[in-house]
């Protein structure tokens, strides 16, 4: 660090102190995604990870919101499925959880954020049996909140739009084209051009006022709202030649298919954000809470890869769905 004459800094870290054979337990805090409109719905995930040889039972975990935010009631999913004990911004989770040795244990909650814009950042902290210290993330995870594109979101009927940044256009079923400014209603069955741009989404996230909104950006889909259960659709709809793929070659040893097509032909979108949304090709969909995510289509089939929480993807061939986690992508392979 290199200071000018007179100038000053603060820092500060944590120091934890362990007793002889007792490592600290990393407690680890991430938003479902970095920005949110004013009064939107986000989520956290907290993980704990163990270094030690031996497993390490936890006592409590402890979350303090930021001012303006509040838990939103039977969200929390993972290793932990309760609901916690609430007083103001504290969140205390009292379950008896065990973290493996050298493993880790994650869960997530839904938060509603703050009515007045800003960055806003949470702490966790945690307590075990048996004397294993916790290192606090401090302040971490920090959600930036914006102003909502102007308008109101109509389940089944229209979803709010607003241009984030570059152009974004639209075409709405009845025909008309139009650049969407700071924000607008996008009427549900209108293809949307994100290629040049990036499109904030405001959408209905259930049927008492609840609001879904996350970015996106790269591709061309037609937005759809299914109402059971209630769900923002958007299908990849570039045309970009795949009818035209060549025919599936099937092995005789293995019921796997395979396609001899040039993945140049590919459209794709970018996702990033919280609530109920869905991307769908032409081969598989991926199902989204709160995360980061890319869907593709090629001649191989739809490519779905997760930079940030957990995907459920339907794969359309196979008749399954499979659950894909930060890092990691899945092929729904074309089978026709």
Known sequence: MTLAAQETTTRSFYTTYATAGKK???????????????????????????????????????????????????????????????????????????????????????????QATGSYSTAASATTLAGYPVTPTGPTAAIQVVEAPAGKPVLGKEVVGGTESGVVTIRTPDGREFTLGAGGQIPVGSIVDTRQGTLRMVAANDRSGGKANALFKGGV???????????????????????????????????????????????FLWGSGKGHFQTTGNSGAAVVR????????????????????IVDVSDFGRHRTVRVRAGHKYLARRTK
């Open 290 to 309: 709160g995360t980061k995510w890319y869907a593709e289509d090629t001649c191989a089939g739809t490519l779905v890869k997760v930079v940030r929480g």
């Open 221 to 267: 889909f037609t937005v759809t709202q299914k109402t059971k259960p209630v769900r923002t659709v958007l299908r990849l709809s570039q045309n970009i030649g795949l009818k035209g793929c060549p025919k599936i070659k099937r092995t005789a040893k293995t019921s796997d298919t395979t396609a001899t097509a040039s993945r140049r032909k590919r459209r």
């Open 24 to 114: 600290p337990l990393i407690l680890k805090t991430t938003p479902a995604a970095t920005s949110s409109t004013a009064d939107g719905l986000n989520g956290y995930t907290v993980t704990v990870t163990n270094p030690n040889a031996a497993d390490v039972v936890l006592k409590s975990i402890t979350d303090v919101l930021p001012s303006g935010f509040s838990y939103k009631p039977g969200s929390t999913i993972g290793a932990i499925r309760t609901n916690p004990d609430v007083s103001g911004q504290t969140l205390v989770w009292d379950d008896r959880v065990s973290v493996p040795a050298g493993g880790a244990i994650s869960f997530s909650f839904d938060i509603t954020v703050a």
